[in-house]
């Protein structure tokens, strides 16, 4: 299973990768490794793959020092760090069109359990999942999967794009979080988990543009026509995929995301609310400002990235109504990190943030946001587009109301647990957020709190895990018929 996209960020792509990694980890008929691998830096060279006794040939100090390398390449950045990998490019579609595959060397958890536990998956798990995750074995692809991806986009302007081979030859299944830039061997089945079609369908709020859509498109048009399985998130983001690509009707199904452990409906108070705001706040907040944040101030929340396509823009006008109308003492708090164009979102924020009216927080850990979650006055989830949304479901199950825009997945995996609006009307935003905070009408809050609690365990773990035991099993039992 592919772990370069726990590499970064708590929440997303990143969290479900940890948390599908610990499912499969305690599946008794399923052996699970970690497919290590880096964006941009070419990895040194893990264990031999394949050898009688494991050892191939190397002593003992000798074995620690090639995952201390794999260790260092990972995280330390050398000046030459980019020559090195537009050779091993170059080298790459050689071997390529020599018919030679890209070998996985291995990596052995003992005695690098703190680094993987650390590095992958504390952000996101519990430390009692310590042993589950980092006693399973890991194996190292070198080539960056940017220079993967580059290679195809370089190669296809000269007629057809070179995509390497790993060798993977000694698994049944591999599963990636993205469309893979890579084949894999005949005898392993590939699973590409999808999780929305946003570069191909809504590409002007993508980063990167041009790279990012070509690299979505391209790695994604190849997995197709090499026969993978499309998981997707949500059955909204299944139709967008069969929107494009209608062939894979048959080769895709839905299986939803679980949602973390850490969130559940507890009797916490808000006395901490102070300490989390002065200290996750990404802007130095004045003696005054910081007077403005009491346990009893009543906030708006949304947790996202901070990009275009998650629409804070009019959540922002919406709010502002609101205090303008009726809610003086309303505050906005934004948790997530600073994506692409925020430039434009953080100055429209900044006015309000430098009165101590509005918030950005960014790394809360996932205890700190569940208590963000449960004394919001609503959660509000504005975005655009979306291939699942957790933070809907996580404050759901964290005991309060969301708001959401009303598009499919919102409608599809929030069911009828939360209060939706048109995403490109202030005005209807600031409707719908009035109707589940107006004191007036406690009816309809309490009336989603508890719709929420029934609607969000369907994404534990207990309920998701099941699914994907019986797809793995199917799977395997069509290669081995075949």
């Given at each position: 299973?592919?772990?370069?996209?726990?590499l970064e960020?708590h929440?997303g792509i990143?969290?479900?990768t940890?948390l599908?990694?610990?499912?499969?980890?305690?599946?008794?008929?399923?052996e699970?490794?970690?497919?290590?691998?880096?964006?941009?830096?070419?990895?040194?060279?893990?264990l031999?793959?394949r050898?009688?006794?494991?050892s191939?040939g190397?002593?003992?100090?000798q074995?620690?020092?090639?995952?201390?390398?794999?260790v260092?390449?990972?995280?330390?950045?050398?000046?030459?760090v980019?020559?090195?990998?537009?050779?091993?490019?170059?080298?790459m579609?050689l071997r390529?069109?020599?018919?030679?595959?890209?070998?996985?060397?291995?990596?052995?958890?003992?005695?690098?359990?703190?680094?993987?536990?650390?590095?992958?998956?504390?952000?996101?798990?519990p430390?009692a999942d310590?042993?589950?995750?980092?006693?399973?074995?890991f194996?190292?692809?070198?080539?960056?999967?940017?220079?993967?991806?580059?290679?195809?986009?370089?190669t296809?302007?000269?007629g057809?794009?070179?995509y390497?081979?790993?060798?993977?030859?000694?698994?049944?299944l591999?599963i990636?979080?993205?469309?893979?830039?890579a084949?894999?061997?005949?005898?392993?089945?590939?699973?590409v988990?999808?999780?929305?079609?946003?570069?191909l369908?809504m590409p002007?709020?993508i980063?990167?543009?041009?790279?990012?859509?070509a690299?979505?498109?391209?790695?994604?048009?190849?997995?197709?026509?090499?026969g993978?399985?499309?998981v997707?998130?949500?059955?909204?983001?299944?139709?967008?995929l069969?929107s494009?690509?209608?062939q894979?009707?048959?080769?895709?199904l839905?299986?939803?995301?679980m949602?973390?452990?850490?969130?559940?409906?507890?009797?916490?108070?808000p006395?901490r609310?102070p300490?989390?705001?002065?200290?996750?706040s990404?802007s130095?907040?004045?003696?005054q400002?910081?007077?403005?944040?009491?346990p009893?101030?009543?906030y708006l929340?949304?947790?996202?990235?901070?990009?275009p396509?998650?629409?804070?823009?009019?959540?922002l006008?919406?709010?502002?109504?609101?205090?303008?109308r009726q809610?003086?003492?309303?505050?906005?708090?934004?948790?997530?990190?600073?994506?692409?164009?925020?430039h434009?979102?953080?100055?429209?924020?900044?006015?309000w943030?430098e009165q101590?009216?509005?918030?950005?927080?960014e790394?809360?850990?996932?205890?700190?946001?569940?208590?963000l979650?449960?004394?919001?006055?609503?959660t509000?989830?504005?975005?655009?587009?979306?291939?699942?949304?957790f933070?809907?479901?996580e404050a759901?199950m964290?005991g309060?109301?969301?708001?959401?825009?009303?598009i499919?997945?919102h409608?599809?995996i929030y069911r009828?647990?939360?209060?939706?609006f048109?995403?490109?009307?202030a005005?209807?935003?600031?409707?719908?957020?009035?109707s589940?905070i107006?004191?007036?009408?406690?009816?309809?809050?309490?009336?989603?709190?508890?719709?929420?609690a029934?609607?969000?365990?369907r994404?534990?773990?207990?309920?998701?895990?099941?699914?994907?035991?019986?797809f793995?099993?199917?799977?395997?039992?069509?290669?081995e018929?075949?």
């Amino acid at each position: 299973m592919e772990m370069r996209p726990a590499l970064e960020g708590h929440a997303g792509i990143p969290q479900e990768t940890r948390l599908l990694f610990r499912g499969l980890s305690l599946l008794d008929n399923v052996e699970v490794e970690g497919l290590l691998q880096s964006n941009q830096w070419v990895l040194a060279r893990g264990l031999p793959p394949r050898v009688a006794d494991d050892s191939g040939g190397l002593k003992t100090h000798q074995r620690f020092n090639r995952m201390g390398r794999v260790v260092i390449s990972m995280e330390q950045v050398f000046w030459h760090v980019r020559l090195r990998a537009t050779l091993c490019t170059m080298a790459m579609a050689l071997r390529h069109l020599l018919g030679v595959k890209e070998a996985l060397t291995r990596f052995e958890s003992p005695h690098f359990e703190d680094y993987l536990w650390r590095r992958f998956f504390a952000r996101t798990l519990p430390a009692a999942d310590y042993d589950t995750v980092t006693g399973n074995a890991f194996r190292v692809a070198r080539i960056p999967w940017n220079a993967m991806h580059i290679c195809a986009m370089v190669t296809s302007y000269l007629g057809a794009p070179l995509y390497p081979t790993l060798d993977t030859s000694d698994f049944d299944l591999m599963i990636s979080e993205t469309p893979y830039p890579a084949t894999v061997s005949k005898r392993t089945k590939l699973i590409v988990r999808y999780h929305d079609a946003i570069p191909l369908l809504m590409p002007h709020t993508i980063s990167d543009r041009h790279y990012h859509h070509a690299f979505h498109y391209g790695a994604l048009r190849k997995n197709a026509a090499n026969g993978a399985w499309f998981v997707c998130v949500s059955e909204a983001t299944r139709r967008d995929l069969l929107s494009v690509f209608p062939q894979l009707e048959k080769r895709s199904l839905t299986i939803h995301n679980m949602v973390s452990h850490h969130y559940f409906h507890d009797a916490s108070s808000p006395d901490r609310l102070p300490e989390i705001v002065k200290t996750r706040s990404t802007s130095r907040l004045s003696p005054q400002v910081q007077a403005r944040v009491t346990p009893q101030m009543q906030y708006l929340l949304i947790v996202s990235t901070i990009e275009p396509r998650k629409n804070h823009l009019t959540l922002l006008s919406a709010w502002e109504s609101l205090r303008a109308r009726q809610y003086p003492g309303l505050k906005l708090m934004v948790v997530g990190r600073r994506g692409w164009h925020h430039h434009s979102i953080i100055r429209k924020f900044r006015p309000w943030m430098e009165q101590g009216e509005a918030f950005v927080l960014e790394d809360v850990p996932a205890p700190d946001l569940r208590l963000l979650y449960k004394h919001s006055a609503a959660t509000v989830c504005p975005s655009l587009g979306e291939g699942f949304d957790f933070s809907g479901i996580e404050a759901m199950m964290s005991g309060t109301a969301v708001a959401a825009s009303d598009i499919g997945v919102h409608r599809e995996i929030y069911r009828e647990a939360a209060e939706y609006f048109n995403p490109y009307s202030a005005e209807d935003v600031a409707k719908a957020i009035g109707s589940v905070i107006d004191p007036a009408n406690r009816g309809r809050r309490d009336e989603l709190v508890a719709l929420g609690a029934e609607v969000a365990p369907r994404y534990r773990y207990e309920e998701i895990l099941p699914q994907w035991q019986e797809f793995l099993r199917t799977i395997c039992s069509r290669s081995e018929a075949v």
